[in-house]
């Protein structure tokens, strides 16, 4: 994904109407929560990796791909996968694919969950040129999420929430543009979310939220608020980061805003209407403001901490039991 500004504060601008759509009211219900399992989660983190780079067009990409269906339709109570070619900032053809999990496809109240599946094609930040246009691993940046995701997907299928829940594996948000591209910047990350956001699995597809997971596996993460979330929903943002403070989870999910990053939510926002948060690990004290392996080589399995997974997932966890 691509990083606008850092360490701006949105104020209010432009908070009036959309802060209306906002879910902001939640009952307390005494209800049992499943446990997370983050050894689970590390596994579907794992299991992603150990296919090599997800790099749409290449084979370890079909093969994750048919893999990921798999598992979520096995966990979901309807699966579907949503096929088709864009074009990258290159002019490349990309094969891609979205992979999508109904959870009580009946249920007219849902909400929505997310992370991007394909892992960037080159390390173009990576400390040593040599490694520029290397494809990388992605552990956290993109295989964590869909981890998290497919543990919560398991939790589903075991105990039923009140409400529906769709989980989406986007394809394609990482091949925006090499650092080094001159070429305009402008729609270039996000395609497949992009392509979903025009052309949703049901025509008529809306849930009362979104919330996206990137970037959620590595030690030490930071999650502030970042700027298009508390522009398009703050009301979620302000739900999740409540629910983080009651599981003692304030270290991680700081009240601060973070900058404004451009990632899948911004156009199931823009496109789609749905009010969608990102969880996303921001660092000030990198030059590029993401963890520090962002985009690099080392974006691998050692820098992915259980602790972290169980955090996120728990308390996306909770938030879906109470709702
Ligand atoms: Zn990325």
Redesign the pocket.
Known sequence: ?MILFLGVSCGDAGNGNRAARDETVAEEHPRVIPEFNADSAYYFVDRQVAFGPRVPNTEAHQQAGRWLAERLGGFADTLYTQETRVRAYDGTVLQIKNIIGAFQPEARRRILLCA?WD??PYADHDPDPEYHYTPID?AN??ASGVGVLLEIARLLQKEQPMLGVDIIFFDA??YGNHRLSDRPDEDNWALGSQHWARNPHRPDYNARYGILL??VGASGATFKREGYSMLYAPGVVRKVWDTARELNYGHMFINEDGGYVIDDHYYVNTIRNIPTINIIHQDESTEHG?FPE??TMGDTMDVIDRYTLRVVGEVVTKLIYNE
Do not use: A, K, L, P
């Open positions: 994904m991007h892992s960037r992605g940046d993109g948000e990482d990137d970037m993401f962002w985009h």
